[in-house]
């Protein structure tokens, strides 16, 4: 909306700073009448035809740009007056002179007059390109403002029957008791995989659809202790690392700087990154959550894991929304998921002015890193994410191990 107010104010500027059609012509009128008087003062007064000539240029110019073609017709007048005078008064140039410099009138109007209609009819089709695309992106945000609404009001209604339908199986298993069979207990056990799973795409749906309007979330900026997020997160993820035998720890860098951003997003990056590596690792695998200080103003969090690893064909895939590597299988399984998470791990640390970055080889395990702003210690408050944190900007890339 603001773009569209500064366009409109430039383009009224603009019509303002252009005569309108009656006081062009009547600024070439008067042009045209001082032309005429200034020839006959210069062949009455001072009997001279040369120098007099230059000051036509001035309203043919005029006319040129603002009449085009139609400029011809006000240096056929004033090459008239020229001749006029060459004819019947005692010019001191030659007939041939002034009819050269009529012709040079002519020229000068036909040329300038074409080029102005050129320009014009390019001003027109750039206006009418400028008219189509901003009513694609008005139809684009309203295109956008119905998405966010449709994905607030499906999430909201397909959360509710998931949630409903795990307590019912909860029920249903605390009923049926020690009576259940193996085969009964099977079937529930898929049940509640595949439920957890829903869940858990819901859950990812709905902070992608929180990403989209990210100036809102970012009213929730403060100060974070990584050391304490990464220690709450590792702590919570041990069970889910136990139960495939790994060992999950972390090596945390001493005096590290506290990170400007939104607490709660970049504990689900840290997670996500965290339940990857567990996903992705065979059984009796080694997992270092760890992080350090880089500099003076940046920080940097690593989940390192001895897993399946990641090709460099398929590190290029890694970040973009709903894309799933075929060759993903951990001992002949299939790794469930619907491809969001790390596209989301890259939204959330886009929107914090850092970067992620991935290194990896399979069959040797995989790296994945983010970099982030450290807050400013004494130069004033906590600024935003997404803005620098520090009075120099930090080009991040240079801090991406190779």
């Not at 001035?58 to 090459?79: D, S």
């Not at 829903?198 to 050391?227: G, V, W, Y």
């Not at 959550?289 to 399946?308: H, L, N, P, Q, Y």
Request: positive net charge; contains cysteine.
């Amino acid at each position: 909306m603001t773009e569209d107010k500064n366009r409109s104010l430039n383009q009224g500027i603009i019509k303002d700073s252009i005569p309108s059609p009656t006081n062009r012509f009547v600024i070439i009128c008067v042009l045209v009448i001082a032309f005429i008087l200034l020839s006959i003062y210069f062949h009455l007064d001072r009997h001279e035809g040369i120098g007099y000539s230059h000051f036509a240029y001035i309203p043919i110019i005029f006319a040129a740009f603002w009449w085009g073609r139609k400029a011809i017709y006000v240096a056929i007048i004033l090459g008239m007056d020229v001749l006029g005078f060459s004819i019947f008064s005692s010019s001191v140039s030659p007939l041939w002179a002034d009819l050269i410099r009529v012709l040079s009138f002519l020229i000068v109007a036909f040329v300038i007059g074409e080029l102005s209609n050129e320009l014009l009819k390019t001003h027109r089709a750039l206006r009418d390109r400028e008219d189509r695309v901003r009513k694609t992106n008005s139809s684009l945000r309203e295109f956008a403002k119905l998405r966010k609404a449709f994905l607030h009001i499906a999430i909201h209604d397909m959360k509710s029957p998931v949630s409903a339908t795990t307590m019912l199986l909860h029920s249903l298993q605390t009923l049926l008791g020690n009576s259940i069979t193996d085969k009964q207990e099977h079937l529930i056990n898929r049940m509640h995989a595949r439920l957890d799973e829903a869940a858990s795409f819901l859950r990812d749906f709905q902070l992608f659809a929180q990403l989209e309007d990210p100036s809102q979330i970012r009213k929730e900026a403060t100060e974070i202790n990584l050391n304490e997020l990464i220690n709450d997160v590792v702590r919570i993820n041990q069970d889910l690392a136990h139960v495939s035998k790994h060992k999950l720890t972390c090596n945390l860098g001493d005096n590290l700087s506290t990170a400007g951003g939104v607490e709660r997003l970049i504990r689900e990056v840290i997670t996500n990154l965290v339940t990857n590596a567990i996903k992705y690792t065979p059984d009796n695998g080694n997992i270092i959550v760890r992080s350090k200080a880089i500099g003076d103003c940046v920080v940097s969090v690593e989940v390192v894991d001895d897993g399946i690893g990641i090709s460099e064909e398929n590190q290029k895939k890694l970040f973009k929304e709903f894309v799933r590597i075929k060759d993903n299988d951990v001992e002949g399984q299939k790794v469930s998921g619907i491809g969001l998470g790390l596209s989301i791990v890259k939204r959330i640390i886009d929107m914090h002015g850092g970067k992620v970055y991935v290194i990896s080889e399979p069959g040797k395990g995989s790296t994945f890193g983010i970099l982030l702003h450290s807050c400013p210690t004494s130069d004033g408050p906590l600024l935003r994410p997404g803005f620098k944190v520090s009075k120099k900007k930090v080009p991040l890339e240079g801090y991406i191990p190779k």
